[in-house]
């Protein structure tokens, strides 16, 4: 360290630097003391290690190192180099002045890169008061500190039970405020921790972060030893800083916290739910239970509790179930409409922040499910859609009313609940189901629509979504935009495609060999894919619509190539086909092939089958597309090149190369085309007079003969004709020319079509004749009976009877059927349950018979639906029936009769409700709980509160009112305690809880007004009374205090002193420059010799001055030196025990 003074103030200049640090690749780091701005020590700081990078180097040496030069001590409340002043970190610590992963047990391997409380403000200390002040540069910051929140500065909680702590901070840039919460023990206690300990740490630091709120022991109980709750009395201390992490922030404020754990009570737990087999309902009422563990007396004194729901597992409380119950041990909640399987509840204590959770996750359950028929449908032609929803109770004796309604309908689309909105479940067993009647879907747009189906029972909510793909009728072939056919990929392609509208999937097909074995991918809703495909691939897209079968888009071919060369060009690229029977052989020379490749070379075809016909003339193989041939029959000329038939003079065709060793080798395009010989003869014939109708023996045939005379057509080698026309039966002729040598010239096939027999099926649908006719030739026209010839198969609206159809085809060609019509006439009748309550709905069953099933059932007017079962109340209906041939039926004026009314009103006197009912039939009866009733009509509460009335009458019919019971009982009057002794600035304000405005106080004997607030009162005790508008009256009392006579006591240890407050109200803080500047620790060290003007102030402002006075000693005094080793008989070392 010396060495590093000396050689840092060489090279700098001990003038210019007001800290330095010598960096190297040893292994440790040490530094002296409180050195900063320290003539002869301020670079008095080294650290090293062999690899001096990354944050095991930067925080836990580097920054440590630094802040012993800043003046702080290590933080481990651990054996190894313990400072007694400052170890209020239990183990290694895991802050920056700790020792972590170097001091066993440790907390964790590496320091977290943030400072203790303790050691910022032994920092603070040095730079502000100590000898670091002498060498600063004081600038302003852009923000001030932040300031607490005014919560309480002490807490009661039981044994062996969780807690938190939390004080929120209000300042500038309040968003960037991070809270961390230590405990301030610092005695020296056994690590790991122990629950029966009664000092020292128990609770490890953990990082700052952005709320303010800290559990202890953390919820997930993630640092397990390192965070012990007492299961004995003792007292803990706790501080909470706040940093204000803006840029030109910088600033920090802390405030402290006592906790005291009883041992009269506790520990405080949840026992249910509490095990992973419990469900809850939603709507449901539960029963939350807990040992209260005497938290509801003095000194916790815990009234009432709150219950919070987790529905991640216990991760995060968020969810309010009860605010303020009595603290007696169970809890009835109403169950929220938040279904999880990761549910747990937090019962926490009033007023002093103790808890407890669910030690396991339990489940909330809808008592209802949803679903659809289907989530996606396809619209094609259809302008209408039914969709069947199926809702089913999953609770025990359940009966819910299900309200259903939509959002997110799409424009133009109408939609409606066949039967009203409304869906009674009576029973765990039973299903019911709503149709949803979509329409106007011929005005949809293109595309996939979706909205929601909302199902309610009361505050439960299910949603399910419902897709409307409307697909395209247009054949369009679909446009690829790459990669191009034949092309070469270093790296695996993406293959794009334009969108066709309409079309929401579209499938890929990938073939590694042959084009009639492929694999096909799953269907995709974007328009790209990324093939896979190693070496040589075929692939294509397929657009899938449910309402079109979309053409998929020409095969291409790519190949993932080592190199990227293609090494075959085309030597010619036009072909000339002059044997119209051999056809072409190809040979090497058509090709140009840069590289030497081996036999089982394998070159892959594609061409238009339609056109081109390829085959192997030694196997008389024809190759079909993407199939391959060797390279040795390109040698050998086996390869025959030739036109699928005599029309087609010019077409394409496409040779994929695969060299011996796999890899690509190009794409090359030939173009073939046909060579016509005009001069050789012509042979034929024509059909004169065929067959006109199917049941027609003959046709006349003329044979032609261009070019050369006297030959001989042989038919099926038998039937021989010289002349130029025939009579033929229909059929296929084999036929030769023949010259008059009986030289073969030519053959061909001669075909005499027959026409298509005719054929007529007749069939009803609904009021209609259809008539269904197949062969024949050309259009078919039909003739009903004695009516006219149309075009149209569909004959409507048929009367009962035997009629005749006739069908006839473009040559004249008829056939003739009958069929009996016989359909009864078309009635309708109804029947429903009998209504017991106004309110209540009934299934009112509509009865239809003749016409033509099935039957569509319509009620005042509304739309049709198949279920003739609907949902009513009481009243005059018109009922409707529709059968499947649109024949309509109603009934007009039906009358379902239901008993009038049952209502009520209510009036409050005191505790006091009286009913006034009517409506229903008589007798009434009265209930305050739903469950005991009485047939008195007036009821007694016993306190304050908002409650219901039941009323039911004598069919069981049901109504409730809210009442509100407000009788002034209580008084709060809160009295603001003296702030500095000697003062009278006390007051008292009256807080009403209940009763009615206005109230009237006499305050300690004065005249009645309606003054609410009295004020610079002195310390004592005061009566009141006071009578709100009702003349009800209640008396109080409240209490103002005085604190004691705030004084500072001082004590002086060499070149420093430590200054404490005593009386006033803590927490305190402390200043030496006559009050200009207070801060929180109270120990003040290094500090120059002379006249200091100290002060403590107290948390209601009230401040005490003394004056201090310090003189030079001389450091070597209070030295606690010892030699080592001790006894020796050599070298020796003198070691000061405090460094």
């Known amino acids: 360290l010396d060495e590093n003074q000396i050689s840092v103030d060489n090279v700098i200049g001990t003038n210019n630097y007001d800290i330095g640090h010598v960096f190297g690749t040893g292994d440790g780091g040490i530094a002296s003391l409180r050195s900063v701005c320290t003539k002869n020590s301020k670079a ?20 440590h190192e630094m802040g012993h030069q800043f003046g702080g001590n290590h933080t481990q409340n651990n054996s190894c180099q313990r400072s007694l002043s400052a170890s209020y970190e239990p183990g290694s610590a895991s802050t920056i002045m700790g020792y972590a992963g170097i001091c066993d047990p440790n907390v964790q391997n590496n320091s977290d890169a943030y400072f203790h409380n303790h050691s910022i403000n032994e920092i603070l200390n040095y730079v502000i008061a100590g000898e670091g002040a002498t060498c600063a540069n004081v600038q302003s910051l852009e923000y001030a500190a932040p300031e607490f929140n005014n919560f309480s500065n002490e807490y009661f909680v039981p044994i062996s039970t969780s807690f938190y702590l939390e004080d ?47 559990y202890f022991p953390d919820l997930q109980k993630k640092y397990g030893q390192w965070e012990v709750l007492p299961s004995v009395a003792r007292q803990m201390h706790f501080r909470s800083t706040v940093r204000n992490n803006s840029i030109g922030g910088g600033c920090v404020a802390q405030k402290d916290v006592t906790v005291n754990f009883v041992a009269s009570a506790g520990p405080f737990v949840v026992t249910d739910p509490n095990l992973s087999t419990v469900k809850w309902y939603v709507g449901s009422k539960q029963v939350v239970k807990w040992n209260v563990a005497n938290t509801d007396a003095e000194p916790i004194n815990a009234k009432s509790v709150n219950i919070y729901l987790s529905k991640d597992g216990g991760l995060t409380y968020t969810i309010l179930l009860a605010q303020e119950v009595p603290n007696s041990g169970s809890a009835e909640i109403v169950v929220p409409n938040i279904p999880t399987t990761g549910a747990r509840v937090m019962v926490e204590g009033v007023g002093n922040r103790f808890f407890d959770v669910s030690n396991q996750s339990f489940k909330i359950l809808n008592t209802f499910t949803t679903n659809a028929e289907k989530s996606t449908y396809s619209i094609c032609e259809e302008n209408d859609l039914q969709i069947k929803l199926y809702l089913k109770p999953i609770s025990n004796n359940v009966v819910d009313t299900i309200r259903l309604s939509l959002t997110n309908v799409p424009t133009p689309v109408l939609a409606q609940f066949l039967g009203g909105d409304i869906v009674i479940l009576e029973s765990e067993v039973s299903q019911d189901s709503a149709i949803l009647h979509v329409e106007n879907l011929s005005n949809l747009p293109l595309g996939s629509h979706t909205f929601e189906v909302i199902a309610r029972n009361g505050s439960e909510e299910n949603t399910i979504q419902i897709t409307l793909d409307k697909g395209t009728f247009e054949i369009s072939n679909i446009q690829i935009i790459g990669p191009d056919d034949g092309a070469i990929f270093t790296e695996i392609p993406l293959i794009a495609w334009q969108p066709i509208e309409g079309v929401s999937k579209y499938e890929i097909n990938v073939s590694n060999s042959q084009i009639s074995f492929w694999t096909v991918h799953p269907t995709t809703d974007t328009t790209g894919y990324a093939t896979s495909s190693e070496g040589q691939f075929f692939w294509r897209v397929k657009p899938i619509s449910a309402c079109a079968d979309l053409p998929a888009s020409d095969w291409r071919m790519g190949y993932l190539s080592e190199d990227g060369r293609e090494t075959t060009i085309v030597n010619k690229n036009d072909i000339y086909v002059t044997d119209r029977i051999g056809g072409y052989a190809l040979k090497r020379s058509d090709l140009l092939l840069l590289d030497t490749f081996g036999l089982d070379t394998r070159i892959y075809i594609n061409r238009d089958s339609g056109q081109i016909a390829i085959y192997d003339k030694t196997l008389n193989l024809y190759y079909q597309n993407f199939d391959y041939f060797t390279y040795d029959k390109l040698l050998s000329g086996d390869i ?7 029309s087609i003079l010019h ?4 040779l994929y190369i695969i060299d011996h060793k796999g890899r690509w080798k190009g794409k090359v395009e030939l173009r073939l085309h046909r060579v016509l010989d005009i001069s050789m003869p012509q042979f034929g014939y024509k059909i004169i007079e065929p067959i006109t109708c199917f049941d027609h023996p003959y046709a006349t045939v003329e044979f032609v003969h261009l070019g050369m005379d006297n030959v001989t057509f042989i038919l099926n080698n038998s039937d021989t004709v010289k002349m130029n026309s025939k009579i033929l039966p229909a059929g296929v002729f084999t036929t030769r020319v023949v010259d008059q040598f009986g030289t073969q010239l030519d053959s061909f096939q001669l075909v005499v079509p027959q026409p298509p027999t ?44 035997i009629h005749e159809i006739q069908a006839i085809d473009e040559l004249g060609c008829k056939v003739v059927k009958s069929f009996e019509v016989n359909i009864l006439p078309l009635t309708l009748d109804f029947t429903y349950d009998t209504i017991k309550c106004s309110a209540d709905k009934t299934s009112l069953v509509m009865h239809a018979s003749g016409g033509v099933a099935p039957y569509y059932y319509s009620l005042d007017g509304g739309a049709f639906q198949p279920d003739s079962v609907f949902l009513v109340k009481g009243g005059m209906y018109t009922l409707a029936i529709k059968d499947a041939g649109d024949k309509m039926l109603s009934m007009d004026s039906v009358m379902l009769i239901a008993p009038t009314a049952l209502i009520a009103n ?32 007036t009821l007694h509460f016993s306190g304050n509160g908002s409650y219901k009335v039941y009323i039911k009458d004598n069919n069981g019919c049901r ?94 240890t060499g070149n420093g002193f430590t200054l404490q407050g005593i009386g006033g109200t803590p927490p305190y803080t402390y200043s030496i420059d006559n009050g200009k500047l207070f801060i929180q620790s109270n120990e003040f060290n290094s500090l120059p010799d002379g006249e200091y003007h100290v002060a403590v102030k107290d948390n209601s402002n009230c401040i005490t001055y003394q004056t201090v006075t310090l003189t030079a000693t001389e450091s070597f005094d209070n030295a606690k030196l010892i030699i080592v080793p001790n006894p020796t008989s050599g070298q020796f070392h003198i070691q000061n025990l405090e460094s």
């Open 44 to 63: 008095m700081g080294v650290t090293g290690n062999p690899s001096p990078k990354g944050d095991a180097f930067d925080i836990d040496y580097v920054c």
């Open 168 to 214: 929120e901070a209000n300042g500038q840039n309040y968003q960037n405020f991070t809270y961390c919460w230590e405990q301030f023990d610092r005695e020296t206690a056994s690590m790991p921790p122990a629950s029966t300990a009664t000092k020292g740490p128990a609770f490890r630091s953990l990082n700052p972060k952005n709320t303010s709120r800290r």
């Open 640 to 646: 025959l090149l030739n036109f699928s038939n005599d």
């Open 651 to 654: 077409a394409p065709l496409f």
């Open 758 to 801: 005719l054929n007529l099926d007749i069939s009803q649908m609904n009021y209609n004749l259809i008539a269904s006719a197949t062969g024949g030739l050309g259009d078919i026209s039909f003739k009903l009976d004695q009516g006219d010839l149309v075009n149209e198969n569909v004959f409507s609206n048929i009367s009962n009877g």
């Open 906 to 937: 209510t009036s409050v006197i005191k505790y006091d409700c009286v009913v006034a009912a009517s409506g229903g039939p008589r007798p009434y009866q009265y209930s305050i709980n739903d469950i005991d009733f009485q047939s008195n009509d």
């Open 959 to 1052: 109504i409730t009112r809210n009442i509100t019971i407000n009788v002034f009982n209580a008084l709060n009057p809160n009295a603001k305690n003296i702030t500095c002794f000697g003062a009278n600035d006390g007051s008292v304000k009256f807080v009403y809880l209940n009763g009615t405005a206005p109230y009237n106080v006499s305050f300690n004997g004065s005249p009645f007004s309606t003054n609410r607030i009295y004020a610079n009162l002195p310390a004592g005790d005061y009566d009141s009374l006071v009578y709100d508008s009702k003349s009800d009256t209640v008396k109080g009392s409240v209490t103002i205090i005085e604190p004691d006579s705030l004084e500072l006591d001082i004590s002086i």
